[in-house]
């Protein structure tokens, strides 16, 4: 017997995720990234030695990056973008400027440093990518690709995509886990080339970042800009009436902030489910309803929020469930 198809009169699902946080996170505090990585090119913030540092003793470095950061974000909005100087050099900036107090007289923070932490945070090296991810990913290919009677997933058609406030790296990093991504952007007239994979390839056919959209989560502009792009993809694909309209498509966001991943979702008129990971053992196979009490100190009271501790458990997901 075929398992029961999801309580909706849509058979297809654009499903979309967070990418910090949800999809991977940095490997090692960023203070303590940076702080090691300025130890090896010469400039030093604390007078003690480096096999002797333990986390507290990167607070200085975690001082001056967040100055750093404010400082350029007031100067070079959105990462860059609505001054025209781009993502990499306003990096740059803030590498720059987060070492700048630890200077010796004359000295400069070298190019070979501010390298290697841009390499670093644009690709798998200053990151890890969460367990349960690549599982995920394999499973929706290989629903696409063969008999669905006995998956467990429900859906005819998925469009996975990415909605991110973020700067144009995130790409760059799900690629260097080995994850395809499709070229479109928001604002972007990219077109694949002829003998480059095709869309069916793809494990995420987009990425919709805030430094292309201009607005961050949880303002529903760049969940409608998701929305755009994925009517353009469709239309690209020249798809069938039954896959190639929005309309028969359910939404679902899944992300780890409740205000600015589901309640932003939620907001936009998406259906939503809050990724909050247990401990490794702990997972939930499935999408469990939470009173919004116990995620905000009792606040909100009544409201039901669809959690899941693992992304396996979106298998178990159904519109109607929060």
């Avoid at 690709?123 to 690549?134: A, H, P, R």
């Avoid at 961050?216 to 353009?232: C, G, T, V, Y």
Wanted: aromatic content about 10%; hydrophobic content about 35%; some cysteine.
């Amino acid at each position: 017997m075929s398992p029961p198809r999801q309580l909706s009169s849509k058979r297809n699902l654009f499903l979309a995720f967070d990418a910090f946080g949800t999809l991977f996170e940095p490997n090692s505090s960023i203070p303590k990234a940076y702080g090691q990585a300025a130890l090896r090119h010469g400039i030093s913030f604390i007078d003690k030695p480096e096999h002797e540092l333990v986390l507290k003793d990167y607070d200085p470095v975690k001082k001056s990056f967040s100055r750093a950061f404010k400082s350029e974000t007031t100067r070079n909005p959105n990462y860059g973008k609505a001054t025209g100087l781009g993502a990499e050099k306003w990096w740059a900036n803030v590498i720059n400027g987060t070492f700048q107090p630890f200077l010796k007289p004359s000295q400069q923070v070298p190019n070979a440093l501010i390298s290697e932490l841009l390499t670093r945070y644009s690709t798998k090296q200053g990151y890890n990518l969460f367990t349960d991810v690549l599982p995920l990913f394999r499973m929706l290919k290989d629903h696409a690709s063969k008999d669905r009677s006995a998956s467990s997933w429900k859906w005819d058609k998925t469009v996975v995509g990415i909605i991110t406030n973020s700067d144009d790296r995130v790409p760059s990093v799900l690629e260097s886990f080995g994850l395809n991504i499709g070229p479109r952007r928001v604002g972007s007239c990219v077109q694949r080339p002829a003998k480059a994979t095709t869309d069916d390839d793809d494990d995420i056919s987009f990425v919709v970042l805030s430094y292309d959209v201009g607005h961050e989560k949880p303002d529903r502009r760049i969940f409608e800009a998701a929305e755009q792009i994925l009517s353009q993809t469709l239309s690209e694909q020249g798809a069938d009436a039954n896959i190639g309209n929005i309309d028969e498509y359910e939404k679902l966001y899944v992300g780890d902030s409740l205000e600015k991943d589901y309640l932003g979702a939620k907001a936009a008129g998406w259906n939503a489910v809050l990724l909050r990971r247990g401990r490794e053992g702990q997972e939930s196979k499935f999408v469990k309803k939470v009173d919004m009490a116990e995620l905000t100190d009792g606040e909100q009271a009544g409201q039901i929020v669809g959690v899941c501790t693992s992304l396996a458990a979106l298998t178990s997901w159904v519109p109607d469930q929060v």
